[in-house]
């Protein structure tokens, strides 16, 4: 098949490689109708992971079943899925308790931005809907679903994140964006966005943000603490995973506040002894997918949220490496991709 490989930082290519095989009997190979680039895609791109020259790159895509073993029972070849980028059982302990990205049977895409992945667990992992049918709109939110808008929810849920709050979402990445939907679904009265970029500033008004403030740093910091009247937000989520951005995170929380993680840690340090005196909860991690999918699913099908917005470019597979471009350069929000 044609998939998407990095090869060094800067360095994607679109080439044959060999197609995904069942390897286990629970598994599923899925033909990609849509793929696109993460924000985390972004890390190895950029150098600051370590690369295996070669390997296929890309978790996020939704498809069509091609091909199920043997011990698939609910999944069938045809099904139209949405591919959480962590798959699991859905049935363990940590699944049980909602941390579906601790599973036992713990897997992840590899070839999202290919023409087929392999999907583990793909009874407990994937979630069949309707085949969006020349519907670009629909397919671009539910392909939101295999990670970004979950992610962005999962910031929210563990930012604590309940009506009246005040919420500030700290990154305007497509993450962030989604995070001030979660943050409007979830209640909050009042949702601050950290943002410089006007498309993106607009981009997070129309998801339901009240405020936006494009400081950074004690700058930004300060006019939160004004806009909250000296008191700081009930709720943030940090939707980045660089030490600056924890560190507004942290300084916008009021005491007593919480702030959700889920930008992927790069560098931080944590300044425990504010968390210790201002009372300030952290928590977060990699986003359990699969435990919000129903809801979600539900909330895109009813049209309620528009998750797909965030892909603000979309290109043939083959044009992948402008792609990530495009994001590198922040020319693009999200990029979406079709083989
Ligand atoms: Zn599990």
């Known amino acids: 098949m044609h998939a998407t490989t990095i090869h060094a930082a800067g360095d994607i290519r679109f080439e044959e490689v060999p197609d995904p095989q069942l390897k286990r009997p629970t598994d599923a190979i899925v033909k990609v109708t849509a793929g696109c680039i993460c924000g985390s895609d972004l ?14 790159i890309g978790h996020e895509c939704v498809g069509v079943v091609e091909e199920v073993g043997s011990e698939v029972r609910d999944i069938r070849a045809g099904d139209f899925v949405v591919v959480p980028f962590c798959h699991c059982d859905n049935t363990c302990a940590h ?12 897997g992840g895409t590899t070839s999202g931005q290919a023409e087929y992945a392999r999907v583990g667990q793909a009874d407990g992992s994937l979630v069949r809907t309707e085949a969006p049918a020349d519907d670009d709109a629909l397919l671009a939110s539910l392909l939101a679903l295999s990670d970004v808008m979950p992610t962005g929810w999962h910031a929210a849920v563990a930012a604590g994140v309940k009506p009246g709050d005040t919420a500030v979402v700290v990154g305007d990445g497509a993450v962030g964006l989604c995070g001030v939907i979660a943050a409007s679904m979830l209640g909050a009265e009042r949702i601050i966005a950290m943002s410089r970029h006007e498309p993106r500033q607009e981009l997070a008004r129309a998801f339901g943000a009240t405020h936006v403030v494009a400081a950074r740093g004690e ?8 806009l909250t009247d000296g008191i700081g937000a009930d709720a943030v989520l940090e939707c980045v995973g660089t030490n ?15 702030v959700g993680f889920v930008g992927v840690p790069h560098g931080i340090e944590l300044p425990v002894r504010t968390l210790f005196e201002r009372n300030i909860g952290l928590r977060g991690g990699i986003a359990p997918v699969r435990r919000y999918l129903p809801e979600l699913l539900t909330a895109v099908q009813e049209r309620r949220i528009e998750p ?6 979309a290109l043939p597979l083959a044009e992948v490496a402008d792609g990530y471009r495009a994001m590198d ?3 693009a929000i999200k990029v979406l991709l079709r083989p």
């Open 43 to 56: 890390w190895p791109y950029r150098g600051e992971n370590r690369i295996r020259p070669g390997a296929t």
């Open 95 to 106: 699944c049980r308790a909602g941390v579906h990205s601790a599973c036992v049977n713990l």
């Open 219 to 226: 700058e930004g910091v300060a006019e939160v603490r004004e």
């Open 244 to 258: 600056d951005a924890m560190t507004t995170a942290i300084g916008v929380a009021r005491p007593g506040g919480g």
């Open 308 to 313: 797909g917005r965030v892909f603000d470019l």
């Open 329 to 331: 350069e922040r020319r």
